[in-house]
Nanobody, 116 residues
Framework: QVQLVESGGGLVQAGGSLRLSCAAS????????MAWYRQAPGKQRDLVAT???????NYADSVKGRFTISRDNAKNTVYLQMNSLKPEDTAVYYC??????????WGQGTQVTVSS
């Protein structure tokens, strides 16, 4: 089963940037898709961005033009670059992997707090 370790969350002022990392325990080529979700207090977990093994990406409308999902195959790591952050981006961010074999896996989550 794939394991995911997230890092990079923290506290930032509105307009600032953060980069989240999600390190997988196996090659990204064995994972059909990687995604970032977020969950604010009292709200459902929402999809933020996805990337397929072929490199296709998709974004929630609320983050288009501000967030970028990317990957480093050599490091088995997926990133979420977040720019022009807003207070409404405050949430716990989760990495999610859909491997080609085995069960899908969530990361442990990393807190992002954007102050106004």
């Amino acid at each position: 089963q794939v394991q995911l370790v997230e890092s990079g969350g923290g506290l930032v002022q509105a307009g600032g940037s953060l980069r989240l990392s999600c390190a997988a325990s196996r090659s990204l080529f064995s994972i059909n898709a990687m995604a970032w979700y977020r969950q604010a207090p009292g709200k459902q977990r929402d999809l933020v961005a996805t990337m397929t093994s072929g490199g296709s990406t998709n974004y929630a409308d609320s983050v288009k033009g501000r967030f970028t999902i990317s990957r480093d195959n050599a490091k088995n790591t997926v990133y979420l670059q977040m720019n022009s952050l807003k207070p409404e981006d405050t949430a716990v961010y989760y990495c999610f992997a859909t491997p080609s074999s085995g069960l899908p896996k969530w990361g442990q989550g990393t807190q992002v707090t954007v102050s106004s």
